[in-house]
């Protein structure tokens, strides 16, 4: 059965316009047997900087699209079943800790999200429709973190969740 096994987007050289797409096929297929699923998300067009990350609500794989417009302000972040109809999303939330997203983890019910420019990591409540609960900021809540730089700005990169 083909199904959708990765996901992608592209953004044109201007940064005007994004698409989003899949790469197809068969889990155990050889790779000159997959396919790409272009333009997966039509309407409404994505602007110029579109990303996914993927991440796991329990046991269900699902995708969260970033579209990210130069402010502080964020739009709103599509959660996506990579199995279903991207342009439908399940939820459309946005997360006032973060207005570029660039990176997800989970543990349990919660989603925590970083973004690039607010240095502020998001908790996010994955029963409650993806809604923000609160918010972490850097330094401020995280007074042992060294600040390497003088000008003291931070950026978020990166989140990952490890289990014991």
């Known amino acids: 059965m083909s199904e959708n096994l990765f996901a992608y987007t592209a953004t044109n050289s201007g940064y005007s316009e994004g698409t989003a797409g899949a790469i197809n096929g068969e889990r155990a297929a050889v790779a000159t047997a997959l396919s790409a699923v272009k333009n997966k998300i039509d309407n409404p067009k994505l602007n110029g900087d579109p990303a996914f990350f993927n ?52 543990s349990g019910r919660w989603l925590f999200g970083t973004g690039y420019d607010l240095s502020k990591i998001a908790v996010v409540d994955m029963d409650s429709d993806y809604t923000q609960t ?31």
Do not use: K, M
Request: hydrophobic share 35%.
């Open 55 to 106: 991440f796991f609500d329990r046991n269900s794989s699902r995708l969260v699209l970033r579209q990210y417009n130069y402010t502080s302000t964020s739009e709103p972040n599509r959660i996506i079943d990579p199995q279903g109809n991207w342009a439908v999303p399940l939820y459309s939330q946005g997360w006032s800790g973060v207005a570029n997203l660039h990176g997800v983890a989970t």
């Open 134 to 164: 609160r918010e972490y900021a850097f330094p401020a809540d995280f007074p042992a973190f060294a600040n390497p730089y003088a000008d003291g700005v931070f950026h978020g990169e990166a989140l990952t969740c490890s289990w014991q």
